[in-house]
């Protein structure tokens, strides 16, 4: 049973900083590409970052340069650090692991944890 669980998610003032993190299990961690998307009230869920098991890694204009994606292939963990934080960053960000096997996508995805971004 696969599972991501997670966790870091708070309420904190503009320009305040907060990290993500994200424990998978029952999945090969490795191998696989993790991402963190964010939904806001009202909007379409929408990519934020995402980390090849190369470890290269992605990122939505809106949050280049104040957000940062990690991963510990040790402890089947991804991290998203954010700095700098605005208040329209505010939404349920939600991890999601993904591998494409031949033609088949295979796409997990965590429970989600809400950021609010308010003084």
């Known amino acids: 049973q696969v599972q991501l669980v997670e966790s870091g998610g708070g309420l904190v003032q503009p320009e305040g900083s907060l990290r993500l993190s994200c424990a998978a299990s029952?999945?090969?961690?490795?191998?696989?590409?993790m991402g963190w998307y964010r939904q806001a009230l009202g909007k379409q869920r929408e990519l934020v970052a995402t980390?090849?098991?190369?470890?290269?890694?992605n990122y939505t204009d809106s949050v280049k340069g104040r957000f940062t994606i990690s991963r510990d292939n040790a402890k089947n963990t991804v991290y998203l650090q954010m700095n700098s934080l605005k208040p329209e960053d505010t939404a349920v960000y939600y991890c999601?692991?993904?591998?494409?096997?031949?033609?088949?996508?295979?796409?997990?995805w965590g429970q989600g944890t809400q950021v609010t971004v308010s003084s």
């Open positions: 999601n692991a993904h591998r494409l096997i031949g033609a088949t996508a295979y796409h997990y």
């Open positions: 980390i090849t098991s190369g470890g290269s890694t």
């Open positions: 029952g999945i090969i961690f490795s191998i696989y590409t």
